[in-house]
């Protein structure tokens, strides 16, 4: 059975820092190129960032770049996102995604609310 739980969500002041995490399990993670997406209130679901499925390449959004970092743990089947210098237009449920060829799966989401 597939799973990916998402964690590490939770309320942060703007200018704060969060780690999440994502375990995988029922597939060949190590296979799998990994994302993080998010969805505002009202608003579509947006890629946030990725990394290949050998963790040498990696593309964020344009919002995110420079203050989001997205790695994997192949032998801990974990991908995660370092969120610093958050601000509240990154208020969002953010979910892991696995994708390889026409196989692909989410999470759940984590809710992340930037706010003072």
């Known amino acids: 059975q597939v799973q990916l739980v998402e964690s590490g969500g939770g309320l942060v002041q703007p200018g704060g820092s969060l780690r999440l995490s994502c375990a995988a399990s029922g597939f060949t993670f190590s296979s799998y190129a990994m994302s993080w997406y998010r969805q505002a209130p009202g608003k579509e679901r947006e890629l946030v960032a990725n990394?290949?499925?050998?963790?040498?390449?990696?593309n964020y959004a344009d919002s995110v770049k420079g203050r989001f970092t997205i790695s994997r743990d192949n032998a801990k089947t974990t991908v995660y996102l370092q969120m610093n210098s958050l601000k509240p237009e990154d208020t969002a449920v953010y979910y892991c995604?696995?994708?390889?060829?026409?196989?692909?799966?989410w999470g759940q989401g984590t809710q992340v609310t930037v706010s003072s």
């Open positions: 990394i290949r499925s050998g963790g040498g390449s990696t």
């Open positions: 995604y696995a994708r390889r060829a026409f196989n692909a799966y």
